[in-house]
């Protein structure tokens, strides 16, 4: 039988890829990064690095860099709360996780934005947990009805409960991390067993161009010890924080990636570290950040091209949109993205649900998107060899009545060469009519309804979700919070 | 093997398609000597309801549908000789003409109703594609038939419904026939406008509407 061909998208030429590579690992010996963490930049003065105290700047000499990539995993593997499921993040494996963190969320009812509350995040991971497409769940909503200082914490809590899925986090402090990854530990039983079989990925955020933050450096150093595998989320704006040409930006992105990669080897060799980000073309006509652009995604494309290149697994934030509504606008982005981002061959995918460039999630956008990233799998699984002969069989004594629809061939294969989405309207006119003239959103939100009724969460042991309950009180405490909202199960 | 697993398997071979299956079964059924009444009403019959069922709750597509509809007409391409013989007179729920109207070469979702039509128990006679409007009045005459079904995919060739309709009440003949009218540019609107008795939206929509139509 003739091997599928897995349809592949390449935007950079090898030469190109290797001139951005040569230049980010310049600035990075040159020019240095800002490293605004102690603890960081003590380990870089140990490992020979040029260090200035003072400007906290560091200059990373091309050696190094070289050694931590090859002490970087190539690919590492992802493993569901009740370690039934695991899942390869790297080679050409692509797995799409709702965008994170939306600070608002879509209302279908009155098609506006709104603060998220509780019951919001528990519907949002509810459905996450049930869309067949979206392998890992994120914490990809703050609750509003909780104080800011533990909004972190408070998302993995609910997360870890509703979904059963892995997790793609993250810190927005830095004492954040200590309740979440002890709430992970709780969950799979110990700190080793965590270490062991990753549950959570967390993003950290360089600040472009070239700055890694007290939080974001401290995220890296604490994954990188406790065994978690940490996101780097490169994110320059063109023209704005980063240079405008494309190629421009992929130097800096490379140079910043590059840079973080050796932050967590340093603190823990052999650490899992994937190579992402969520750089924009900027609007310089409404000084926006639109992640629907084509330029974005050209941008997304290439570096995952050039994260390959350098042997590391890949994320990016692709599959999104910037329309404030579900409209073409919204299904055509979110297309486009899905399906280049799966060509890219990007491993982890952040986008589905998200809409108004990056500050709202939808329920029923992420209902819809699960859709296109079914067709976005089907796509990558390209075109197999089903039979030996093909078809010339089937014409056999072919008369002008024959068809094809009572053939054995024709029920044996059906269901595995074509795919049936359920939100997409493939009705007749007069039926959809017959339906009441609904729109794929509408849809969307009653298939919600239903998805969510068929299938509750699967609920934690008793002594974990206690355990959960006191860790995130804990925190809570800290900050003189005394109650946290009641939570139906 | 009991009576009642042979024929719980009979219903499985249509429930699945098995065109080979449902054959051996109806052979070794004549082989037997089985009241073929029988055989056919609570063995064959149940199985095509209920991939109708299937069809319905969305778990079967049209190549269910299709081949499980050719089943049956296989196995009864095998009984009826038999039946005839014996002089058993099969339950039918209707004569049925059916075709493409002249000028459309379309027969698939003819030939879908036809074969679904005839699974379900209408003794279907189908005159195929780019069918002379002249000929569906005269075999319908001639044959006795109940309904006569008239397919277009095209909507130049849509009028030829409209007018093999008119034809039946210039001739009076409007009483003696039900008309159902179907294909992609079909509506229920259209069916209304030229004074159709039924149209379906689908195949099993189709044998609803027959059904209703013959008071069944």
Known sequence: MIQSVRPSIKLLSKEFIEKIIDEAFVILEREGVFVENKEALELLREAGMRVDQSSQRVHITSQLVEDCLSSTPSSLKMFDRECIKDYTVGENCVHFNPGSAAITIFDHKTSEERKAVTIDLVKFYCLTDCLEHIHFQSTGLVSSDVPEMVSDSYRLYLGLQYSSKPVVTGTFRVEGFKPMFDMLAAVRGSRKKLAEKPLAIFDACPSPPLKWSNLTTQSLIDCARAGIPSELVSMGMTGATSPITIEGTLVQHVAENLSGIVICQLAEKGTPVIFGGSPSSFDMRKGTTPMGAIETMMIDSAYTQIGKRLNLPTHAYMGLSDSKIIDSQAGFETGIGTILAALAGVNIISGPGMMNFESCQSLEKLAIDNEICGMAYRLIEGISQREEPLAQNLFEGFTSETHFLSMAHTRKWYRKEHTFPKLIDRDTYDYWVSLGKKSISDRASEEIDELLQKNPPTILPDDVTKELQKIMLSDAKKYGISSLPELKQ | ?216
Not at chain 2, 81 to 102: D, R
């Open chain 2, 1 to 216: 093997m009991n009576n009642e697993e042979f024929l719980l398997k009979i219903e499985k071979s249509i429930v699945e398609g098995n065109r080979d299956e449902a054959e051996t079964l109806a052979r070794k059924a004549l082989e037997a000597n089985m009241d073929l009444n029988k055989v056919i009403e609570k063995g064959y019959v149940p199985g095509i309801q209920k991939v109708g069922v299937l069809w319905e709750k969305g778990e079967y597509f049209l190549p269910e549908l299709i081949t499980s509809a050719e089943c049956m007409k296989a196995v009864m391409a095998i009984l009826q000789p038999e039946l005839e013989k014996t002089n058993i007179k099969l339950a039918s729920l209707g004569k049925v003409i059916i075709g493409t109207v002249e000028g459309d070469i379309h027969d698939i979702g003819k030939n879908l109703v036809a074969s679904i039509l005839s699974a379900n128990g209408f003794d279907v006679i189908d005159l195929g594609a780019d069918v002379k409007l002249e000929k569906f009045i005269k075999i319908a005459e001639s044959e006795e038939a109940d309904l006569i079904c008239l397919s277009a995919l095209l909507t130049t060739t849509m009028i030829g419904q409209k007018k093999v309709i008119e034809t039946l009440n210039e001739r009076n003949l409007s009483g003696q026939f039900k008309v159902l009218v179907g294909g992609a540019p079909v509506t229920q609107k259209w069916a209304d406008d030229i004074g159709a008795d039924g149209y379906g939206e689908n195949a099993m929509i189709a044998v609803k509407v027959a059904k209703n139509l013959m008071g069944k």
